[in-house]
Nanobody, 126 residues
Framework: QVNLVESGGGLVQAGDSLRLSCAAS????????AGWFRQAPGKEREFVAA???????YYGDSVKGRFTISRVNTANTVYLQMNSLKPEDTAVYYC????????????????????WGQGTQVTVSS
């Protein structure tokens, strides 16, 4: 069982930066794949980024070059550094995790993840 708690959301202006944190419980979290997703009002949940247990990273096209996912396994924490924020980045951001699968293509899919946090709101004003 893994519990995930996000923090770090807030209200910022376009062009600002924000760092989200996802604190996880569970002794084996360091071996899990961790991902960030977001959901804006009226839209489907969207893949943002993922990081494997080896540190390999994966990004959605809309955030490449602006967002960076990282993890500190000794702290059971995953981070999402968000730079050059845009109003279209406004959403509830969710942390997710699952045991590694056979295909990295799975990491982009909402339905692949077993564990989810409660979400943190990010609002970017223009």
């Amino acid at each position: 069982q893994v519990n995930l708690v996000e923090s770090g959301g807030g209200l910022v202006q376009a062009g600002d930066s924000l760092r989200l944190s996802c604190a996880a419980s569970g002794r084996t979290f360091s071996t899990y794949v961790a991902g960030w997703f977001r959901q804006a009002p009226g839209k489907e949940r969207e893949f943002v980024a993922a990081i494997g247990w080896t540190g390999a990273t994966y990004y959605g096209d809309s955030v490449k070059g602006r967002f960076t996912i990282s993890r500190v396994n000794t702290a059971n924490t995953v981070y999402l550094q968000m730079n050059s924020l845009k109003p279209e980045d406004t959403a509830v951001y969710y942390c997710a995790a699952n045991k590694p699968g056979s295909s990295v293509n799975d990491y982009y899919m909402v339905q692949w993840y077993t564990y989810w946090g409660q979400g943190t709101q990010v609002t970017v004003s223009s």
